[in-house]
């Protein structure tokens, strides 16, 4: 399966698994099994959506918005359960007001997960980690 390494978007060919112990970039040579949430540009958004075979998970935010802030631990922990299962990605719309503008987002959290590089589910407001997990698994 394809996958894009969270650290130099570089598009890598692993094999499927239930589970992986090790897997490093072959380019940057970091690990693909980082699941801390990578930060989505208008440079780099199409290129990450696109690529992988793995369902890619934004939020779409703004460091002003208190229920952003409240939900970044929440979203950042469900991500620790799915490495090389779904990649957590977040846009910030305030400083990537045209991939707001692109997508529709009236209200921010906004989560939108992306398979096949197609949206296909959205969701507004924050979620617990319960929910977001429940939801996030209806896509591996």
Known sequence: ????CPHCKEVNNIPQRDSYKKANCGKCKNSLLDTKPIELT???????????????????????CGPCK??????EKSATNYPLKALYAKVNTENEQHLGARFGIRNIPTLIVFKGGKEVHRISGALDETNLNRLVSQFI
């Open 42 to 64: 208008s440079s780099n958004f199409d290129e990450v959506v696109v690529n992988g075979d793995i369902p890619v998970v934004v939020d779409f935010w703004a460091p002003w």
């Open 70 to 75: 409240i939900f970044a631990p929440v979203f």
């Open 1 to 4: 399966m394809r996958v894009v």
